[in-house]
């Protein structure tokens, strides 16, 4: 994905220095784009829980490079495994609902404390970050690849109008490694010449729609409106939309859909509406022990400043300003899950499949049992 023209990934060891870990820091975005250096396994849980790195597959390929940094450091202790144990415990304590973040930790572990020395497991767990963020960007590439074919046909049936698609949060190439798992069919679309068109939802509290979404689709030249998290309902209504296209944090291997708090409301409208609504990831977000999303998935709640307080740039300067009155409660439940009944299909790296077990079970064969 392209930043002013240069490729840009949004995780990767530093060139010069393989103790270095670099990402893009979100917080800043869409005002300013900056490059933190993350060089202790505390770095990258600060880096994970306050967000300046966010959304499923980036919070896997973090924890992945966060267990590097941790093996790391492991070297230099008496007992490498028992301070790797200890990073995973951190790492995985800080956000709950996107299960890529403990997938990663779990594949670091089993793969490095095969190593017999410390030099071993420090090269393996390089290796291992590695794939995790490799894998994440070319199965969100397959997901564009499936997906684009959603689009296709709709604009087949479009008479040379746009296709308008809706998305929800922030499950673009920033979520990711590269691609994005939402916005990848978008973005194969467009680069066939496809007349696309993206309603984004801003996304409160944390504005991802607003501010990363807006801004990642406009450095690839994607036409896109920003607009009200409530305003899709409407635009369903009066044929505005085509398709929704979102994201997810969690996925049951039943078809339940953890994602960015307000998805479910969009699904009910989709499903009120006709209007196909789809989700995109790649199999790291499946969850295979989960079966009941809503009553199972645990749903991050997060401070109540972000409800609270809204920020912006303000004469060149970014400012945080009070929305609320000063005494009043806040609540700021992150997620929320959408029964797999409102979901027409899941676009995975192996194909589209219809949210239920059978279906996926179909395309992960290895997971039945
Ligand atoms: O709280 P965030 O920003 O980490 O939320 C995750 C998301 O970006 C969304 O829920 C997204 O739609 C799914 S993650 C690709």
């Known amino acids: 994905m392209n930043v002013n023209g240069r490729h840009y990934r949004t995780i990767w060891?530093?060139?010069?220095?393989?103790?270095?870990?670099?990402?893009i820091d979100q917080r800043r975005l869409p005002h300013e784009f900056t490059i933190e250096d993350?060089?202790?396994v505390d770095d990258m849980a600060t880096a994970i829980k306050d967000m300046h790195v966010r959304g499923a597959g980036l919070i896997g390929a973090a924890a992945g490079y966060g267990m590097?940094?941790?093996?790391?450091?492991a070297a230099g202790k008496s007992s490498f495994d028992d301070h790797l144990y200890a990073a995973a415990e951190k790492l995985m304590s800080t956000r709950p609902t996107a299960v890529n973040l403990s997938w990663a930790?779990?594949?670091?572990?089993?793969a490095v404390t095969k190593g017999d020395s410390p030099a071993d497991k420090v090269a393996i767990a390089m290796r291992t970050a590695n794939e995790i963020a490799d894998e994440d960007a070319d199965f969100c590439r397959r997901i564009g690849e499936h997906g684009v074919r959603l689009i296709e046909e709709i604009a087949a049936g479009k008479n040379g109008r746009p296709v308008n698609i809706l998305t929800h949060c922030n499950a673009g190439w920033l979520a990711f490694v590269d691609y994005g798992s939402a916005t990848s069919p978008i973005y194969a679309a467009f680069d066939r010449g496809?007349?696309?068109?993206?309603?984004?939802?801003?996304t409160r509290p944390r504005n991802q729609g607003a501010s990363l979404t807006a801004w990642e689709l406009g450095q690839h030249g994607v036409p896109h409106t920003v607009i009200p998290d409530n305003a899709g309902g409407h635009l369903m209504q009066h044929g505005l939309v085509d398709i929704v296209i979102v994201g997810t944090d969690r996925t049951t291997y039943t078809g339940d859909?953890?994602?960015?708090?307000?998805?479910?409301?969009?699904?009910?409208a989709a499903k009120d509406n006709n209007v196909p609504f789809y989700v995109a990831l790649p199999s790291s977000t499946f969850d295979w022990e989960i079966r009941d999303g809503v009553r199972e998935i645990p749903i991050e709640e997060r401070g109540p400043d972000e409800v609270v307080y809204i920020e912006g740039l303000c004469d060149g300067e970014i400012k945080r300003v009070l929305l609320t009155p000063a005494g009043s409660r806040a609540a700021n439940y992150a997620f929320d899950v959408t029964p797999a009944r409102l979901v027409t299909g899941l676009i995975t790296e192996r194909g589209i499949c219809a949210a239920n077990e059978e279906a996926i079970l179909g395309l992960y064969p290895e997971h039945r049992g």
Do not use: C, F, M, P
């Open 13 to 23: 060891i530093k060139e010069d220095d393989e103790s270095v870990i670099r990402i």
């Open 38 to 40: 993350l060089v202790t």
């Open 68 to 73: 590097y940094l941790a093996a790391l450091e």
């Open 105 to 110: 930790v779990k594949r670091q572990l089993e």
């Open 194 to 202: 496809i007349d696309v068109h993206v309603w984004v939802d801003e």
């Open 257 to 268: 859909v953890a994602n960015k708090t307000g998805t479910y409301l969009k699904a009910l």
